[in-house]
């Protein structure tokens, strides 16, 4: 069973440009959830996606948005880029209302903006 | 509000020792809880979960972690330290009926040979 894959992998933009992430669940999951992890910063939750609606977002201002496709996948879209938008971007998956059950993360995209 | 604290950034040990690695939550209602790894360059993996069936809960590689309400901590363990435990590990917490999952600010351990 393929596990949650996140596109691209690394991604360099210049301040101001605009920035594309990609997640794809894992095959049957249909909650999709969204972290930043800035160095030193720990895991910040930005948005949760179930069903195609987005349920939830963190504390990020409205410049990071996203959306949920049919087929689940989703992506996670940043912009106006700032230098402080570096880090590593996880995406991760569960079933719906199974959060509780913990979740799968991709490997993350590594936003770097210079 | 739910939050959680994890004791120390960094954590070292000698190749056999036991590993601790600590954590203290804060929730309004029975939570669920969590300890995930993170291998470099990669997301986080799933170790073990508490979702209020016995209190001591066994995970992967070795690790376990009892849950203790009157303390408020999920301390995370293993008898012996083997160097490919060397890894980021984060504690988090979900209310029981919440949809958003905390994560505490990680601790990094080190196995020295």
């Known amino acids: 069973e393929a596990g949650v894959t996140q596109s691209p992998t690394h991604l360099i933009k210049t301040r101001g440009q605009h920035a594309t992430l990609r997640c794809s669940p894992i095959s049957g999951h249909t909650s999709v959830y969204w972290y930043q992890q800035a160095l030193g910063l720990g895991l910040q939750f930005l948005l949760w996606?179930?069903?195609?609606?987005?349920?939830n977002r963190g504390n990020f201002p409205p410049r990071f948005s996203g959306r949920q496709f049919p087929n689940y996948s989703s992506e996670l879209n940043v912009n106006a880029l700032e230098l402080e938008d570096s880090a590593l971007y996880l995406c991760?998956?569960?079933?719906?209302?199974?959060?509780?059950?913990?979740?799968?993360f991709g490997s993350g995209t590594r936003l770097t903006v210079v | 509000a739910q939050s959680v604290t994890q004791l120390g950034s960094h954590v070292s040990v000698s190749e056999g020792a036991l590993v601790l690695l600590r954590c203290n939550y804060s929730?309004?209602?029975?939570?669920?809880l969590f300890w995930y790894v993170q291998y470099p360059n990669q997301g986080l993996q799933l170790l073990l979960k508490?979702?209020?069936?016995?209190?001591l809960v066994k995970g992967i590689n070795g690790f376990e972690a009892e849950f203790k309400k009157s303390e408020t901590s999920f301390h995370l363990t293993k008898p012996s330290a083997h160097m490919s435990d060397a890894a980021e590990y984060f504690c988090?917490?979900?209310?029981?009926?919440?949809?958003?999952?905390?994560f505490g600010a990680g601790t990094r351990l080190f196995v020295k040979a």
């Open positions: 929730s309004s209602v029975p939570p669920y």
């Open positions: 996606y179930d069903e195609g609606e987005e349920r």
């Open positions: 991760a998956s569960s079933l719906t209302g199974q959060g509780s059950s913990g979740y799968t």
């Open positions: 988090a917490v979900r209310e029981g009926g919440g949809f958003k999952t905390i």
């Open positions: 508490y979702t209020s069936a016995a209190t």
